[in-house]
């Protein structure tokens, strides 16, 4: 992530020369690689600092669960904010091939120290208690406990808590797949809703605790009682 062509095109080369490296994304600023990052499993982000509207520093900070991070900037008075993060490494421009590399190889033991911790405890990983969307121009918490349900519109999500809705590009399908299933259950293919904002069901109607009713599909329906631990045959 660097909002530079050139310094986007540097690593690029670089990274292609590394057959253990594949590209997933180049981006030019946060709010692009967020969205790469909430419908992909990106392992290391490489990126600049010094961008516009939101740097380096304080995109990692709104990650929830960020990947392993190398950081690659002009400057060097971000270096022990950078490392209080955690990260990997903290390149200075310009950058040789033989410091990325050096780099690279500590960001695939960190990765690697990861996994197997994952593995060795069979971990499964921890639910955040939120995340963050694009909307109105800027990144905006969500906290999966103030969300009452989401709607889908077409291209877009329309992600409703009690307080506001927020828009956001993305399918169904990806904010699906990031919700904890524990607290969420699709219940159309048009609607999400948080189990513990629901107040009844009636026939193929689900009403829920701020009044909005919504379309219950018959092919939804028995996950939704087994999430509510209701006997279907009620």
Do not use: W
């Not at 990325?100 to 499964?124: G, M, P, T, W, Y």
């Amino acid at each position: 992530m660097d909002d530079e062509p050139i310094g986007r095109q540097i690593i690029v080369n670089f990274v292609k020369q590394l057959h253990y490296l594949q590209v997933s994304a180049v981006c030019k600023d946060a709010f692009e690689a967020l969205e790469i990052l909430q419908n992909n499993e990106i392992d290391l982000l490489i990126s600049d600092i010094q961008m516009p509207k939101i740097n380096g520093l304080e995109f990692v900070r709104s990650l929830p669960s960020p990947p392993v991070i190398i950081f690659i900037t002009a400057y060097d008075a971000f270096a022990i904010n950078s490392f209080e993060l955690g990260v990997a490494d903290y390149l200075l421009k310009p950058v040789s091939f033989e410091r990325f590399l050096k780099a690279v190889n500590k960001a695939r033991l960190q990765i690697d120290l990861q996994k197997s911790k994952h593995a060795s405890f069979n971990l499964e990983p921890k639910a955040s208690e939120y995340f963050f969307i694009k909307a109105e121009n800027k990144l905006n918490r969500i906290e999966y406990k103030d969300i009452l349900y989401i709607e889908s519109k077409k291209d877009y999500i329309k992600i409703f808590t009690a307080e506001r809705s927020f828009l956001t590009y993305s399918s169904m399908k990806a904010i699906e797949e990031k919700l904890p299933s524990q607290l969420f259950s699709r219940i159309h293919h048009s609607y999400i809703v948080q189990i513990s904002a629901v107040k009844a069901v009636t026939g193929n109607t689900v009403e829920l605790t701020n009044g909005v009713n919504l379309s219950l599909a018959k092919s939804h329906k028995d996950a939704l009682f087994t999430a509510l631990k209701i006997n279907n045959s009620q």
